[in-house]
């Protein structure tokens, strides 16, 4: 105990007296530690931490899927009773749909975020009223008999002022009255994590659902469910597919092509930014790597420098372990003090990190945080390179061979350990070096490469100086009312100062406000799912949608007139290509008398997404308002100047037409556009700053490691300048080490990335994993960066004069 107490004494004084070495090692290991750290808590607090419910592991979401390609279609309430009672791998099942309901306040309306479920919701998340009860069985069987919710602590505390008397009070829900039976115990907020209202699936007509709740082609709803002990998820899938098989075969009408898809409750809130998070966790752990591998690096070439100091020690009696066990103490000293200024590094770069974020990047159960659990990562880490640190100068000094070394200090030469011309660690670190730089190089071109093919799509539409709005329209609206409150509605919000056009409709594109149906092809018979949109007649003038053939809606195309739609230019070219669709008739659902006529082509637009292939999605129909008035509305205002001072002029126009109306989704159309691109600019974005670092770092690496390489070998390129090299041919020898070295990193690097990036594939759009053009362009800056880093000591090699290089020997 007394020789490690003196090992970092002296381990201490040693790296005071060298100041700017313990501060160059410091600030290299601090910044990479602390981004790791950074990016670890958003790891953890992602993907590591367990979700606030009972062993959440055994729940999983459950959806129904339609075609071949299985996408996600939810299912009809009868639909999910079926799952329920016909699965045999779950132990309980709950209806799930998120949701939003009309509050009536003293003041007005407000928007409130809720979740329908089933009354087995509670007990298989193992959630319970901290005042009052949840739902029982029995409220939950017979439709719209049993109006009850259950509310959050956050809603009692901020609207109730947790009033003990809350239980037994009315809440008015969609101009419905709810009896309030519990309030949850503090942090429950549902399966979406922001709910504040629970009520029971049977209730579902108090939230616009189909008057027929045994009907099986309204499907909407999502379900979770509680799998038995024993029972894998692959082995419930097989079992749903049976289920899904049976109910093809017993109601081919309704379920022909549908199954049902399952999902862990985590891949269902993460998607594929799973991937996202994991990819930069790996980018900033090859970060880390880089800058050991350059503090590693400057370890060898200072005990280099030590070297005649250890020989000395060693032949006056030192133990060559004591002496490994001394340099292991530096390295965990050092480490020490990166560590402090890593948790600096890494709370501010984590509140960079939250701040840069795109809004739905981060689940809402996450909120990372320098935690106990990150700070033992930081932990783990700052040893584990003070270690590495350590290690590698001690097995190299260990073997300093005292004869050799005794012999080269006396007569003043400064060699490395075992010579000048085996430097094979301090090569073998920056060949490392230059391959992690080169995937991490790699990766983010890719992204950055994806992220522009991404923002070269067209959307269809003008989102500039648009603001976007949503309500939902009172039970007790009847679609003539709807019509009549829309058309005063644009009316009013067209009057507002600034205002150029404001575009009505069921809802906007990429807002997710979309519903599908079914309609026949008359000519072919051929039956296609749909996407219908409802839109008053400004709406494609007021969005900048160009009309390519026909006409739109006018204010004649309302009820009771013949009905009419327009099509998008992709479902044209699919069903109709080289005629001319308009005047042509399609059916709608299986009603053969429910025919309507096209009367317009307009440019296609991205309702769902940005990367939708359109030519294969299902088609995009527009309806007249006037003849379809759905039961919520959209609006998208058109301003001269940016559109965020409209909110609350809009806000006090719809209260004085009705202020039983809750407005929500106020904001920019503009953000929704710049969120489909979102979580490619974070990737790019992150990864790019960590590439750019990994060159920086093995630029220096490089330069450091020639630049020892010239100190060592002086006497050496005297003889030779002395013996007649040229000054060119001694600066080209230093310049082609260096090439070397990083050709091979280069080579090294290129397999590495060729494996890994098929790992990111699924977040890449339009670009290949193994693009050529990412691959070339970044070896080419890599061989840029090595050349200038072996130029600059290429020039200090040339211009050593051998006389004074022969004179100091």
Not at 32 to 56: D, K, Q, Y
Not at 201 to 206: F, K, Y
Request: hydrophobic share 50%; aromatic share 8%.
């Amino acid at each position: 105990m007394d020789s490690l107490t003196r090992d970092v004494r002296f381990a201490f004084r040693t790296l005071l007296k060298q100041p700017a070495f313990t501060a160059a090692v410091v600030a290299t290991l601090g910044l990479a530690i602390g981004a790791s750290t950074a990016i670890f808590s958003v790891v953890e607090s992602t993907l590591l931490r367990p979700l606030p419910f009972r062993t959440p592991e055994r729940l999983v979401y459950v959806w129904g899927v339609a075609g071949p390609q299985r996408a996600i279609r939810g299912g009809s309430i009868i639909e999910v009773q079926d799952w329920a009672r016909l699965n045999r791998s779950f132990e309980s099942f709950a209806i799930d749909d998120q949701t939003s309901l009309n509050l009536r306040t003293t003041e007005g309306a407000d928007r409130v975020n809720a979740e329908m479920v089933s009354a087995s919701f509670f007990p298989m998340l193992g959630a319970t009223a901290q005042i009052g009860r949840v739902f029982t069985p029995d409220e939950d069987k017979v439709p719209d008999a049993n109006p009850v919710v259950v509310i959050s602590d956050d809603m009692w505390t901020s609207r109730f002022g947790r009033d003990p008397r809350i239980v037994g009070r009315t809440l008015t829900l969609n101009d419905k009255s709810f009896s309030v039976l519990g309030v949850m115990r503090p942090g429950f907020k549902g399966l979406s994590f922001n709910a504040d209202v629970w009520f029971p699936a049977m209730m579902a007509h108090a939230n616009g659902a189909p008057t027929d709740l045994t009907t099986r082609n309204s499907r909407w709803l999502g379900a979770v469910g509680r799998l038995r002990d024993g029972v894998s998820l692959e082995s419930a899938q097989a079992d749903m597919d049976r289920v899904a098989a049976r109910l093809a075969s017993e109601f081919p009408q309704s379920n022909k092509d549908r199954g049902v898809q399952l999902f862990s409750l985590r891949s269902s809130y993460l998607g594929s930014t799973q991937t996202l998070f994991l990819a930069v966790f790996a980018a900033v752990g090859l970060l880390l790597m880089i800058a050991c591998a350059n503090v590693v690096g400057l370890q060898l070439v200072r005990a280099s420098a030590r070297r005649r100091e250890f020989a000395l020690r060693i032949a006056i009696g030192a133990d060559r372990f004591r002496l490994g066990q001394q340099l292991v103490v530096e390295g965990l000293l050092l480490a020490a003090a990166s560590m402090a200024f890593s948790l600096v590094i890494a709370q501010f770069a984590l509140q960079g990190l939250v701040a840069v974020a795109p809004a739905g990047l981060l689940p809402n159960y996450a909120t990372p945080s320098i935690n106990v659990v990150a700070f033992a990562f930081a932990l783990l880490v700052a040893v584990g390179c003070g270690v590495i640190v350590g290690v590698v100068p001690a097995l190299r000094g260990a073997r300093v061979d005292l004869s050799d070394t005794l012999k080269e200090g006396a007569r003043g030469s400064a060699t490395g350990f075992g010579g000048g011309n085996r430097l094979g660690s301090q090569q073998l670190l920056v060949v490392c070096e230059t391959a992690v730089a080169l995937v991490l190089l790699i990766g983010a071109g890719l992204y950055a490469r994806s992220l522009q093919r991404q923002l070269a799509v067209a959307p269809g539409f003008d989102a500039q100086h648009v603001l976007r709005g949503r309500f939902a329209f009172p039970a007790s609206y009847k679609p003539e009312a709807r019509v009549q409150f829309a058309t005063e509605l644009q009316r009013r919000l067209a009057g507002l100062p600034s205002v150029r056009d404001v575009a009505i409709a069921s809802d906007l594109p990429l807002t997710g406000g979309w519903s599908a149906s079914f309609l026949r092809i008359v000519e072919t018979d051929q039956q296609v799912r749909y996407y219908r949109h409802a839109v008053a007649p400004d709406f494609f003038h007021a969005l900048r949608i160009h009309v390519l053939a026909g006409r739109t809606f006018t204010t004649e195309d309302r009820a009771g007139s013949p009905p009419v739609i327009v099509i998008n230019a992709a479902t044209a070219r699919r069903f109709w290509s080289g005629q001319d669709p308009i005047g042509k008739t399609v059916q709608l659902g299986s009603d053969s008398t429910a025919r309507v006529t096209i009367i317009g082509v307009v440019d296609d637009v991205r309702y769902r997404d940005l990367t939708t292939a359109l030519a294969t999605s299902e088609p995009d129909v527009y309806f007249s308002f006037a003849q379809r008035p759905p039961g919520g509305l959209e609006f998208a205002i058109r301003s001269e100047n940016a559109p965020d001072g409209l909110a609350g002029p809009v806000r006090r126009e719809l209260a004085t037409m009705d202020p039983a109306i809750a407005l929500f989704g106020v904001q920019p159309l503009e953000s929704l556009v710049a969120q489909q691109t979102a979580s490619g600019r974070f990737a790019s974005t992150a990864l790019g700053v960590f590439a750019l670092v990994a060159v920086l770092l093995t630029g220096i690496g490089l330069y450091g490691v020639l630049a020892f390489l010239v100190a060592m070998r002086r006497r050496e390129i005297g003889i030779r300048l002395a013996l007649g090299a040229t000054r060119e041919r001694v600066s080209g020898t230093i310049i082609g080490q260096g090439m070397k070295l990083v050709g091979i990193g280069i080579a090294v690097g290129a397999v590495i990335a060729f494996i890994l990036t098929r790992w990111i594939e699924s977040q890449l759009f339009g670009v290949s994993s193994h693009d050529p053009v990412v691959f070339g362009s970044v070896m080419l800056l890599l061989l840029a960066v090595a050349a200038i880093a072996s130029w600059l000591p290429s020039r200090r090699a040339s211009r050593v004069d051998p006389q004074i290089a022969l004179r100091a020997e």
